[in-house]
């Protein structure tokens, strides 16, 4: 009985550390409230550097400064058509000179793409060693994961596996205490609606659209860094 007792307790206890865990203020934010004046790179593909790219972080950026004094500048250093490879190989110019306070990851849609050649486990070492490049850089700069969006149609026959991609990210995230933004949730019930209301907000079956972008990217990105 006392066992038992004991292992419902520690359940419990795991699962309040999990509750408080995902609703923990990034210190990004912590820091504009404080203050501080803040730098955050968004890097990853075309997803965070296309038209619906640019309005989702546009849309963040205005948000936070607009409720912590333009505190913050943003500075977008993803480009369309890469991978966590580019993305090591670039990691220095574009990320490590800005000298940022956090930055924002995504390279799971691209990492995907069967053409790249860039299994789970290849995404997950290019993946870490960009953390740890970053840590070493600044061991207080804060590192975001972001997954995105569903692929449909051929983009969604290049990357058939997509999700298990998504899974590393979440599981990278868990096992080194990372914030995860996970966008994966709110665009397959989307999804669920029919393809006809997901093609709407995704017109070319990859790239959500503008109008998308604001209404569904952004406000989640902001909840999570706010800790909601």
């Given at each position: 009985m006392k066992?038992?007792?004991?292992?419902?307790?520690?359940?419990?206890?795991f699962m309040l550390m999990a509750s408080i865990a995902a609703f923990t203020q990034s210190r990004l934010v912590k820091?504009?409230?404080?203050?501080?004046?803040?730098?955050?790179?968004?890097?990853?593909?075309?997803?965070?550097?296309?038209e619906g790219g640019h309005a989702w972080v546009d849309s963040v950026t205005r948000a936070l400064n607009k409720k912590y004094n333009n505190q913050l500048t943003t500075i977008?250093?993803?480009?369309?058509?890469?991978w966590s490879t580019w993305g090591v190989?670039?990691?220095e110019d574009s990320v490590i000179k800005k000298n940022p306070d956090a930055v924002l990851i995504e390279f799971s849609m691209n990492d995907a793409f069967m053409n790249y050649k860039t299994s789970v486990d290849l995404a997950k070492l290019n993946l870490n060693y960009m953390i740890d490049r970053i840590k070493l850089y600044n061991p207080d700069c804060e590192v975001i994961l972001q997954t995105m969006d569903i692929a449909l149609n051929i983009h969604?026959?290049?990357?058939?596996?997509l999700l298990k991609y998504y899974q590393m990210y979440r599981d990278v995230a868990k096992s080194r205490s990372l914030l995860l933004i996970d966008h994966y949730p709110?665009?397959?019930a989307l999804l669920d609606k029919g393809r006809d209301a997901y093609l709407k907000a995704v017109p070319d079956g990859i790239?959500?659209?503008?109008?998308?972008?604001?209404?569904?990217?952004a406000p989640y990105v902001v909840e999570r860094l706010e800790g909601k």
């Open positions: 066992n038992s007792l004991f292992k419902i307790a520690l359940s419990l206890v820091n504009l409230a404080a203050g501080k004046h803040q730098t955050l790179v968004t890097y990853g593909t075309s997803l965070t550097a296309a977008n250093a993803a480009k369309s058509g890469m190989q670039n990691l969604g026959e290049q990357r058939p596996d709110h665009w397959k790239h959500p659209g503008i109008e998308a972008s604001k209404d569904i990217i």
